[in-house]
C-alpha cells in the first residue's frame, strides 16, 4: 500500500512539474520532493529484501559458497553431531550413583554375602557396577586376584566409553582445514580469472573472494559447534573415569572387611 501511494505521488508531482515548467522555483521543489519520495519507495524494497528470515540467508550463504566443500562441511556437521549426541546418551545412562551402589554392595555383603553382592550388580546398570561384578567374581580367590580383574575390566569399560570419540576430533579438525582450501581454491578461481580477463576489475575478483570466506566461516562455524560437544563429551569421561577409580578402592576395601570378619 505504501508503494501505491508513493507511486502515485510521484505521478502527480511530474504532472504538476509539466504544467509549471516555465516556473523555475516551483520546478526545484518539485523535483527535491520526487527525489525524496523515489528515496523512500527504495527505502521500503530494501527493508521488504531484508526481512527475510536467518534460514534462508543462511541457505543463499550456503549456496554462494558452492556445492562442492560447502557440502563436505556439511556432512562434517551431520557426521561428528550424529556421533557426539550417540555418546553423550551413552555417557548420560552409563552414569550411576556410586555412592548409593557402595552403600547396596556393602550392606549385601553383610546379610547375604558375595552371591548377595554380586545380585546388587546385576540390577544396576554402568561401568561402575560391572566392575564390582568383576571384582566380586574374584573375591573368593584372594585379594590380588580381585584388585587385577577390576584394573583390567577398568581398562575395557574406559575403552568402551572413549568409543568414537576419535571421530568427533577428526571432524573438529577437518572441518576448517576443508573451509581453509575452499578459501585458497577460490583466491586461485579469482586470479585466473584476472589473468583471462587481462584486467584487475574488483567485480572479477568478487566472486572468488566471497566464495573463499564463505567457505572458511562455515569451517570454523562447523569446528566450534563440535567442539563444545567434544568438550562436554571429554568431561563427562572424566567425571565416570573417576567415579570408576573411586568405586574400586572402595570394593577392594570393602573385600578386605569383609574376608577379615569371615
Known amino acids: 500500500m505504501k508503494k501505491l501511494f508513493s507511486i502515485m505521488a510521484i505521478a502527480a508531482l511530474v504532472f504538476a512539474g509539466s504544467l509549471t515548467a516555465n516556473a523555475a522555483a516551483p520546478t526545484t521543489s518539485t523535483s527535491l520532493v520526487a527525489a525524496s519520495t523515489i528515496t523512500l519507495v527504495q527505502d521500503d524494497i530494501a527493508q521488504e529484501v531484508d526481512n527475510r528470515t536467518w534460514h534462508q540467508k543462511l541457505k543463499e550463504r550456503f549456496i554462494q559458497g558452492g556445492p562442492g566443500f560447502m557440502g563436505i562441511v556439511l556432512v562434517c556437521l551431520i557426521l561428528g553431531l550424529a556421533m557426539a549426541i550417540e555418546r553423550i546418551i551413552f555417557l548420560n545412562l552409563s552414569t550411576t550413583d556410586t555412592q548409593k551402589l557402595a552403600e547396596g554392595v556393602e550392606e549385601a555383603l553383610k546379610s547375604g554375602g558375595v552371591e548377595a553382592a554380586k545380585e546388587v550388580c546385576r540390577n ?3 561401568p561402575v557396577a560391572s566392575i564390582y561384578y568383576q571384582g566380586l567374581e574374584r573375591a573368593d580367590e584372594s585379594i590380588e586376584a580381585a584388585e587385577k580383574a577390576v584394573v583390567a575390566y577398568g581398562g575395557v569399560q574406559m575403552g568402551q566409553l572413549e568409543k568414537n570419540v576419535s571421530w568427533v576430533s577428526l571432524f573438529i579438525a577437518l572441518a576448517p582445514m576443508l573451509g581453509f582450501m575452499g578459501t585458497v581454491i577460490g583466491m586461485i578461481t579469482a586470479f585466473d580469472k584476472i589473468e583471462a ?17 564463505l567457505t572458511t566461516v562455515f569451517g570454523l562455524v562447523v569446528a566450534i559447534i563440535l567442539q563444545i560437544f567434544y568438550n562436554y563429551i571429554i568431561a563427562k ?16 576395601d570393602m573385600l578386605i572387611d569383609y574376608k577379615n570378619k569371615k
Open 237 to 252: 569421561i572424566d567425571s565416570i573415569v573417576n567415579s570408576m577409580e573411586d568405586a574400586s578402592i572402595t570394593l577392594i
Open 197 to 213: 580477463a587481462g584486467d584487475m576489475n574488483p567485480s572479477l575478483v568478487a566472486g572468488g573472494i566471497k566464495v573463499a570466506l
Open 124 to 126: 544396576t546398570k554402568g
